[in-house]
């Protein structure tokens, strides 16, 4: 019923930059948090830019200043623009939102992910 979809994932250039995207769908009633985290080999997932339920804007140590997280509220999607980047950005980027869907006309809570898209910094 509910459905995170990440883009903007690909292979750039150590320095260069990308921008993600997740849109939210389906029977959403409201977001209470929405944000990136990532993934790389062999560590674990860890934040990297999200918004929480109390409006303020966090960012992981690593790419503060580098990264900035946006938010689109009438579509549902935030972005994360990446500049930058560096080696050991590399990582699937997973999009999480806490929200309330309607489910069957009872509104339920939950967390959802996204499938997570790939970035890779590489020369």
């Known amino acids: 019923q509910v459905q995170l979809v990440e883009s903007g994932g690909g292979l750039v250039q150590p320095g260069g930059s990308l921008r993600l995207s997740c849109a939210a769908s389906?029977?959403?009633?409201?977001?209470?948090?929405m944000g990136w985290y990532r993934q790389a080999p062999g560590k674990e997932r860890e934040l990297v830019a999200g918004?929480?339920?109390?409006?303020?804007?966090n960012y992981g140590d690593s790419v503060k200043g580098r990264f900035t997280f946006s938010r689109d509220n009438a579509k549902n999607t935030v972005y994360l623009q990446m500049n930058s980047l560096k080696p050991e950005d590399t990582a699937v980027y997973y999009c999480?939102?806490?929200?309330?869907?309607?489910?069957?006309?009872?509104?339920?809570?939950?967390?959802?992910w996204g499938k997570g898209t790939l970035v890779t910094v590489s020369s």
């Open positions: 918004l929480t339920s109390g409006g303020r804007t």
């Open positions: 389906g029977s959403i009633l409201s977001i209470n948090a």
């Open positions: 999480n939102a806490d929200l309330v869907y309607n489910d069957y006309g009872v509104p339920r809570g939950m967390d959802y």
